[in-house]
């Protein structure tokens, strides 16, 4: 596993082994987020889908939940 300095978390720790989501924004995350914080952040978006009534495959929906996670990650909208 790649070690990555995480946005999150601020800690040097293993990196995911590719990117979660194509694209930017999955080149982002897999640059700046490691393994324990990607995790949480799994567990945050599942509440965030059942709590509020979210559906990924809604373009709109999956939008919110792509900065959701830029803000849980601490990704600048550059990354």
């Not at 601020?10 to 694209?23: I, M």
């Amino acid at each position: 596993m790649p070690q990555v300095e995480c946005s999150r978390c601020k800690r040097s720790a293993d990196g995911l082994e590719r990117p979660p989501l194509p694209g930017e924004v999955g080149q982002a995350v897999a640059a700046h987020t490691c393994v324990a914080c990607w995790k949480e952040w799994l567990a945050a978006q599942v509440m965030l889908i059942n709590e509020q009534g979210l559906s990924p495959a809604n373009p709109e929906h999956y939008q919110r939940l792509v900065d959701e996670m830029r803000v849980f990650l601490v990704l600048e909208p550059g990354d």
